[in-house]
């Protein structure tokens, strides 16, 4: 078995990157009027992810490492919220592929 050397090489972390790259793609055909709101704010959640996993690899004592792995997993919670905001307003027609995106992130 490989020795994890870099966040980046957690498959959790690439998981959560691969959403990130896949919420931007999303949220660019919201509104305009939505920068601030609703297009800001799921940018915000979803770039918490991987962001809070590579900073717990790099925490010293367990929990810390936890306590940082335990924010990426809220951020996720709040990421779903999003997507089923975002069908609710019109702004994307199914967030099912999302929502099962969200799910296989959490399970790493």
């Not at 078995?1 to 972390?13: C, G, I, T």
């Not at 931007?24 to 799921?42: A, C, M, P, V, W």
């Not at 990426?72 to 089923?84: C, M, P, V, W």
Request: some cysteine.
């Amino acid at each position: 078995m490989m020795k994890v050397e870099r966040f980046d090489q957690l498959v959790a972390w690439q998981k959560a990157h691969a959403l990130v790259l896949d919420v931007y793609r999303i949220s660019k055909q919201f509104q305009n009027d939505e920068h601030f709101g609703l297009t800001s704010q799921l940018r915000r959640a979803a770039v918490s992810i991987p962001a809070n996993i590579a900073e717990g690899f790099k925490r010293r004592s367990k929990p810390e490492k936890c306590r940082f792995y335990n924010i990426a997993e809220a951020s996720l919670e709040e990421t779903r919220y999003y997507f089923i905001l975002a069908k609710d307003l019109g702004y994307i027609s199914d967030n099912r592929v999302l929502l099962a995106q969200a799910d296989e992130t959490a399970r790493r």
